[in-house]
């Protein structure tokens, strides 16, 4: 395999062009991996050579980037809020969007000690970015998928969060009997069968942690109805949810006993957030 620069192989970004809204970046974060470099390790040196090996990787991971494989899948890693987090294709890759969920959150809760659950864990990125934020709080994961627990552990040992819990459990089912002062999810909300779980990224994770049901809501409307329960006098219900599905999940947390309800925007000013207030006169 004859000699490549770091220079020439940027140029390749057009190639992925046709997979990738960000194509650059993601021709330069193969090649730090690739590299085990920095992103300023490829503007300052280059003319650096890769050797067979690595230009070896680098076309393996670039053809399967062009197949469509997420980035995260091919480098096993994803920053979020300022946190490297591990990543599996058991789980979804957190997405910036997310970040909302955890400023909206922040800025509701003041440093207090708080007792925190996020449901639906994941890979741990919303429990462990608050948990980062705010060390006086307790904070627990849960996740009906094994695989996603462990990694939910890995990635908090990867970033010296171990106190923060995680347990397996289907929403709330396994869960040990205790209150909470916020409850906080971002959980699945397409639609069964949507046409865009075929195209792009989408299509190389997993289906349980993206649909719910023909609406789109069911796990929404479930989590909306246990979490009463589950809340201490004052808490808050936070959920992130489809652009267009903001007028309907204030409708269902309304009919579950939630009052001082609203909805939140995201960068690109659409829907993302809503959440809600439970008192236990309103139960």
Known sequence: MPACRIDELLTRATELAQVSDTARLDLELLL???????????????????TSDQLSQFEQLFHKRL???????????????????????????PRPDTECLVEE???????????????GTGTGA????????????????????????????KNAAHNN???VQFIESSWFQQLPEQSF????????????NDPHLQQGDVRFEPLSALTSGA????????????SPHWLRDGGWLMMEHGYHQGEDVREILASNGFTSIRTVQDLAGHDRITMGQIRSSEI
């Open 32 to 50: 730090c991996h690739v590299l085990d470099k920095p992103r300023s390790y490829l503007f300052s040196y280059p003319e650096y050579e890769l």
């Open 67 to 93: 197949e469509g494989h997420p980035i995260a899948h091919l480098t096993g890693v994803r920053e979020f809020w300022s946190l490297e987090l591990l990543i599996e294709p058991s789980t979804l890759i």
């Open 105 to 119: 959150a922040l800025e509701l809760c003041d440093h207090r000690p708080k007792q925190v659950l996020d449901l």
């Open 126 to 153: 919303i429990a462990l970015a608050l948990a980062s934020e705010r060390p006086g709080w307790a904070v627990y994961g849960c996740d009906r998928v094994p695989d996603a627990v462990e990694l939910a552990k």
């Open 161 to 163: 969060l171990e106190r």
């Open 181 to 192: 002062d916020l409850i906080v999810s971002n959980p699945p909300y397409i639609i069964d």
């Open 215 to 226: 609406d789109g809501l069911d796990d929404i409307r479930h989590i909306s109805s246990e």
